[in-house]
């Protein structure tokens, strides 16, 4: 158990609709990055969130944000979903932000239908 | 653009042998080299190397760094089943803070 927790485990919903995934780090971690992981691109880095700021940001789509609240949960907001974002996304936290191992959570499955 | 390469894609070997698995990087602002497992869900992590020439180690997987060449391999000694997983290597980057995985490869070990 890596002290991750994402929520939920799987998501089942249709193209056009919004969706909004979870994410608790492990106790103490501050950094929260968010990743996507599909068959034909592997895992690909979205965001990252350090302490409540945005910290760097990677591949991720204009429809997508993202918020690291004061208790340092994360939440990846995803909008106008399209077939093409049925992925696995995973969020992982580290202590800091200076890409220290990262801790992933078992990721939430996503099928657009 | 920044890219992490794999290679091999995929590997099938017996129980027993010693495979290598290598990674190549070209990345700007390197700040280090991150290799994890990924079975069935998330990815766990081995080793993190910033500094060239130094082996890290861990029962029989090992892995080191050459920042002159760009590359890293992961070794592991005496195969067995439960090493079957997606092994994933990652660069990390100072200036922006970002992880740049690569494919991953796909190590099978059958008895």
């Known amino acids: 158990d890596s002290g991750v927790t994402q929520t939920p485990k799987h998501l089942i919903t249709a193209t056009g609709q919004r969706v909004t995934l979870r994410c608790s780090p492990r106790?103490?971690?501050?950094?929260v990055y968010w990743y996507q992981q599909s068959l034909d691109q592997g895992l690909q880095f979205l965001i990252q969130y350090y302490n409540g700021e945005e910290r760097a940001k990677g591949n991720i789509l204009e429809r997508f944000s993202a918020q690291q609240f004061p208790d340092l949960h994360s939440e990846l907001n995803l909008s106008s979903l399209e077939l093409g974002d049925s992925a696995l996304y995973f969020c992982?936290?580290?202590?800091?932000?200076?890409?220290?191992?990262?801790?992933f959570g078992d990721g939430t499955r996503l099928s657009i239908l | 653009e920044d890219k992490v390469v794999q290679s091999p894609l995929s590997l099938v070997v017996h129980e027993g042998d010693t495979v290598t698995l290598n990674c190549s990087y070209e990345?700007?602002?390197?700040?280090?080299l991150l290799w994890y497992k990924q079975e069935k869900k998330a990815p766990t992590f081995l080793f993190m190397l910033?500094?060239?020439?130094i082996e890290k180690k861990s029962g029989r997987l090992s892995s080191i760094l050459d920042k002159k060449e760009l590359f890293s391999i992961l070794n592991i000694t005496a195969t067995q089943t439960g090493d079957s997983a997606v092994y994933l290597c990652?660069?990390?980057?100072?200036?922006?803070?970002?992880?740049?995985f690569g494919p991953g490869t796909s190590l099978s070990v059958i008895p």
């Open positions: 990652a660069v990390g980057q100072t200036s922006y803070d970002k992880v740049i």
């Open positions: 910033t500094s060239s020439g």
């Open positions: 990345v700007t602002n390197f700040r280090s």
């Open positions: 992982a936290s580290s202590d800091s932000y200076k890409n220290q191992p990262q801790h």
């Open positions: 106790s103490g971690d501050l950094s």
